[in-house]
């Protein structure tokens, strides 16, 4: 059996600093503009998707900045696009 040496106390601030750093990543992402969060992606990514897939994927997240273009790609293969 392993032994906790956090208290409860330091777990529980632990837990609200993870939650805490977590938001504050998210709230960075909202803050790129499209060709950066399309930067993030590999070189083989961009490559499968292709030119065209990834203007209008660029075109998705003007307009909608929690998009990740990944899951932009999804959407539009799910429609057919």
């Given at each position: 059996m392993t032994s906790n040496t956090f208290s409860k106390k330091n777990h529980d601030f632990a837990n609200t600093m993870s939650n805490h750093l977590n938001l504050n990543i998210g709230n960075l992402y909202l803050t790129l503009r499209p060709d950066e969060k399309i930067n993030q992606l590999t070189a083989e990514q961009r490559e499968l998707i292709g030119e065209f897939s990834l203007s209008i994927i660029r075109d998705a997240l003007k307009?909608?900045?929690?998009?990740?273009?990944?899951n932009a790609l999804k959407m539009m293969e799910e429609t057919g696009a």
């Open positions: 307009e909608f900045s929690d998009l990740h273009p990944l």
